[in-house]
């Protein structure tokens, strides 16, 4: 029992817990509250300043908006949002077509998404990055549906 305490209170101090006591008593040695604040382990920023959660989150718009300022990002990611779509297209036909079960709602599902797609993408004032991603997605995703058709009928 003195070992296990032992051990969660060496794990405690490793990970920065402090105890609500003045000291905490370890089988054979005493660690004072102000040696336990020497062995915390934080994260600092550039300006020394400790980080916090919310500080990444709030940073990452800015860091995704300059990542994709170049035409060639764009495109790259355009390409990969088209042939996303062509992949999900294929799979979604193989797998319900090959089962031969709830093909009528799978297609209706699929009417759905590019329809739904269409409707918000042509809605907005504005054509956004994400939003011209989601248009790809949608192109890939007929056009992989309009060549497994062809490859049934052949």
Known sequence: MALSMSLISMVGLRFG????????????RVISRSSVASLRIQAV?????????VDIIRTVPEVSRNYFRSPSRRALF???????????????SLS????????VI???LC????EYVTRFYYSRPKVTFPLALLNNFKMGFTYGLFIDAFKLAS
């Open 106 to 108: 799978a297609a209706v």
């Open 45 to 53: 920023q550039e300006n020394g300043g400790p980080r916090r959660l």
């Open 111 to 114: 009417v759905l998404l590019t």
């Open 17 to 28: 817990y402090r105890p609500h006591g003045k000291v905490l008593l370890v089988p054979g």
């Open 78 to 92: 355009g390409g990969i949002s088209l042939l996303g779509g062509f992949y999900v297209a294929q799979t979604i």
């Open 96 to 103: 319900f077509g090959a089962l031969g079960v709830n093909d």
